[in-house]
């Protein structure tokens, strides 16, 4: 049976969402308790995509394989029982078997928090501590600039070899909290997205809304197709996968 889970976890204290040799990973505390529920025969989780260390996700989604005859409620609270408390289930349910948690994925959204005011050190693992003033004006308008499809290569992994960098942002948006107006929350929702794009493009619009770029200079930037020019990286404690559509 082909089940679907939704789930939300804090990557503060793990290597990543993907599993690997020797490291703490979501994939591997998820197919650990899976395991166990699967009784003890290893089970395959493959998800809507990785984050990277210290990547958090309010709506991660994935699929996995299991024998055991479970129903999705009583899977669910297993599941919760058996993970650590800093990852959680919040959905699951029955799919066909040709349901793919990644390939049938539509759209992603993104969103990046970073603090302008006091450094706050009960934050730095969740929010981005800038603590600095930005252009927020001049941020927004550079955020428009990117949406539509481009070949998105100056905003990849400087190493990443693609056959493909064109993706396509369907909407983006800069939010001020109301209660904490130092506080910036930046959204980015697309149809894919390829390692480190998101943080890199913060990166790039924290150094516009710090004077160094104009917002048009996207425009050239996206023209270069060179990482090399497209500033910094963005810490990963700022960034959370928002949500997952199919």
Do not use: W
Request: one cysteine or more.
């Amino acid at each position: 049976m082909r089940y679907f889970i939704r789930f939300s976890y804090d990557g503060s204290k793990y290597n990543g969402y993907q599993k690997q040799p020797r490291m703490k990973t979501v994939q591997s505390e998820l197919e650990r308790a899976l395991k166990s529920i699967n009784a003890n025969k290893a089970v395959s989780v493959s998800a809507s995509g990785r984050t990277d260390a210290g990547v958090h996700a309010y709506s991660q989604c994935a699929h996995f394989d299991i024998s055991t005859n479970i129903t999705p409620e009583k899977l669910k609270n297993a599941l919760n029982s058996l993970l650590p408390d800093d990852i959680y289930v919040k959905e699951v349910k029955e799919v066909s078997d040709n349901f793919h948690a990644r390939f049938d994925v539509k759209a992603k959204e993104y969103i990046y928090k970073i603090n302008m005011g006091t450094y706050n050190p009960i934050e730095k693992d969740y929010v981005y501590q800038y603590n600095k003033k930005l252009d927020i004006p001049e941020m927004e308008r550079a955020l428009k600039y990117l949406e539509g499809t481009h070949d998105f290569r100056s905003f990849v992994k400087i190493d990443e070899e693609k056959d493909d960098y064109t993706r396509t942002i369907i909407q983006t948006s800069l939010i001020r909290d109301v209660k904490n107006v130092n506080q910036i929350t930046i959204s980015i929702l697309g149809t894919g997205f390829m390692r480190y794009m998101v943080r890199n493009i913060v990166g790039f619009l924290i150094e516009i809304g710090e004077g160094k770029y104009k917002s048009e200079d996207v425009i050239e930037i996206l023209k270069l197709k060179d990482r090399t020019k497209a500033g910094m990286c963005a810490p990963a404690c700022g960034l959370y996968l928002k949500d997952v559509y199919y």
